[in-house]
T-cell receptor
Framework: AQSVTQPDIHITVSEGASLELRCNYS??????LFWYVQSPGQGLQLLLK??????LVQGIKGFEAEFKRSQSSFNLRKPSVHWSDAAEYFC??????????FGGGTRLMVKP | GAVVSQHPSWVICKSGTSVKIECRSL??????MFWYRQFPKQSLMLMAT?????????EQGVEKDKFLINHASLTLSTLTVTSAHPEDSSFYIC???????????????FGAGSRLTVL
């Protein structure tokens, strides 16, 4: 069965600082990997996805993620965080069918 | 891009009543929609897969008689929480496969969610 672990429940960074959110997955085959962001009381917005090819994936809002098969990781990064990035971030793993499994989420807080 | 709309965004009801939540795909057809449940400060848990014209597929542990799903058209799926109780209070989010992404992978577009509060 597929699973996703986001080790950090909360992360606080200063505005302008760099950010890395960790994601580790367990999946038997080549995974499809996603990062979603959720603002309070809202649905989820897709930040980026990895299906195949280049392991460094660029997304919206200046985010990127790197797929590392050897480490079963898909960490999300941003070089300079903005106050508007404060939200909940979910990593997810899926297959070619209809299953998306989400990690527990990481709540990002941004200090001025 | 593909948009999924949910209604209502927030509903408060008395214990014992039934509540219907609608999920619509705007400007695209969705033969399959997914219903997730999210408790406060927790992740999303898949409840069921809604299939147009056929019965929904429920995840283990989800009461199909409690959470009725109807996918009567290619653009509408409904979730009815029957005889709601306070423990059913949660954030319910629907999603559909983004048609702008090629086949072979499942990229989901999510609705804004519906918050249910049962008194």
């Amino acid at each position: 069965a597929q699973s996703v672990t986001q080790p950090d429940i909360h992360i606080t960074v200063s505005e302008g600082a760099s950010l890395e959110l960790r994601c580790n997955y367990s999946y038997g085959a080549t995974p499809y990997l996603f990062w979603y962001v959720q603002s309070p009381g809202q649905g989820l917005q897709l930040l980026l996805k990895y299906f195949s090819g280049d392991t460094l994936v660029q997304g919206i809002k200046g985010f990127e993620a790197e797929f590392k098969r050897s480490q079963s990781s898909f960490n999300l990064r941003k070089p300079s965080v903005h106050w508007s990035d404060a939200a909940e971030y979910f990593c997810a793993v899926g297959d070619a069918g209809n299953m998306l499994t989400f990690g527990g989420g990481t709540r990002l807080m941004v200090k001025p | 891009g593909a948009v999924v709309s949910q209604h209502p965004s927030w509903v408060i009801c008395k214990s014992g009543t039934s509540v219907k939540i609608e999920c619509r795909s705007l400007d695209f057809q969705a033969t399959t929609m997914f219903w997730y449940r999210q408790f406060p400060k927790q992740s999303l848990m898949l409840m069921a897969t809604s299939n147009e014209g056929s019965k929904a597929t429920y995840e283990q542990g989800v009461e199909k008689d409690k959470f009725l799903i109807n996918h009567a058209s290619l653009t509408l799926s409904t979730l009815t929480v029957t005889s709601a109780h306070p423990e059913d209070s949660s954030f319910y989010i629907c999603s559909a496969r983004d048609p702008d992404v090629g086949s072979g992978a499942n990229v989901l577009t999510f609705g804004a969610g519906s918050r249910l509060t049962v008194l």
